[in-house]
């Protein structure tokens, strides 16, 4: 029977609709609407599904979701939805389990299963796009935390007197080696920002672009300084990078590699990930098929 794989992002909804062979059948993508979000994903859920049973709905959102309740307790992006009461709506509506999870919990889900990680049961999941989510995971099993807390690495402190952070605390991982954190050393430096530069750019330009190299390299120290944070909080069998930024090419994923593996005396099994896009997508319908019973 089929399963329903939904993303909830700031700005689309995207709906999958997933076979009993994980292949996905049929699939849409609404922009995210500003009001009565719940309401206008059970109009495009239904019409997705005509014609075919479900057995569950995985739901994949950003924000801090709370796992037991079903419900989004924080997104900044989404106000719509914080604490509306999310899996039961859906429950009520189509009378099928209903799972809802943080989109970087989703997205490492799928590494586990069908991805990079897949031969390994104790791993960790970065996403370093805009910001840095994560998902921490042991036996195939996302661990969620108390309150859904649980992987949000981009908020590990780097530095206590750091910069300051949307979350409210200082020196957080993200504003150090993110996309975002390019973006803002592209936009110290006039000479880059005239030429229009993107992170994308920096990394085409390095390393023989000077400035490029020095931007780049900051930006690997600070990435690999979390990385060995992780790697010494729960010793991983893998750590996997996915994440826009990690889509970049050329020689500074080996840069990393050296960098991590030079400053941490434990060896680290670094590894990228394998899906890009639709990573949330699958993984939110991974959430009802790996569902303990
Ligand atoms: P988001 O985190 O906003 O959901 P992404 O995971 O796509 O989205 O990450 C967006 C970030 O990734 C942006 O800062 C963008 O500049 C950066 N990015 C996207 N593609 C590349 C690339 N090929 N090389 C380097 N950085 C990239
Ligand atoms: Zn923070």
């Not at 950003?62 to 989404?78: E, H, P, Q, Y």
């Not at 104790?122 to 996302?142: D, L």
């Not at 994308?200 to 190299?213: A, I, M, R």
Request: hydrophobic letters at 35%.
């Amino acid at each position: 029977m089929n399963v329903i794989g939904i993303d909830i992002g700031g700005t689309k909804i995207k709906f999958g609709l997933f076979d009993e062979e994980h292949q996905l059948s049929r699939h849409t993508e609404i922009p995210t609407p500003k009001k009565n979000i719940i309401g206008t994903m059970i109009e495009t859920i239904a019409t997705l599904t005509l014609g075919k049973e479900i057995r569950g709905i995985g739901v994949a959102s950003a924000g801090i979701v709370d796992f037991s309740k079903g419900m989004i307790t924080r997104a900044t992006n989404l106000p719509d939805l914080e604490h509306a009461p999310l899996s039961n709506r859906l429950k009520d509506r189509f009378h099928v389990p209903v799972y809802v999870d943080n989109d970087a919990n989703c997205a490492a889900l799928t590494e586990g299963i069908v991805g990079a990680a897949k031969e390994v049961n104790h791993y960790i999941c970065a996403t370093i796009g805009t910001g840095i989510g994560g998902g921490v995971v042991q036996h195939k099993q996302i661990i969620h935390g108390l309150n859904g807390y649980s992987g949000e690495v981009g908020h590990m402190t780097l530095y206590p007197d750091g910069m300051r952070c949307d979350c409210g605390k200082k020196g957080c991982w993200e504003r150090y080696a993110s996309g975002r954190a390019l973006e803002d050393a592209i936009h110290s430096q006039p000479s880059l920002s005239a030429k229009g530069y993107t992170p994308k750019d920096l990394f085409v330009h390095y390393p023989h672009d000077e400035q490029c190299k020095q931007i780049i390299d900051t930006f690997i120290h600070h990435l690999s300084i979390g990385i060995i944070n992780l790697q010494y909080t729960l010793d991983p069998e893998m750590i996997v990078l996915g994440g826009g930024v990690v889509n970049a090419t050329g020689p500074w994923w080996d840069s990393l590699i050296k960098e991590v593996n030079t400053a941490s005396p434990i060896k680290v099994n670094l590894q990228r990930a394998q899906w890009k896009n639709d990573a949330s997508m699958i993984g939110a319908a991974l959430l009802v098929k790996n569902a303990r019973e």
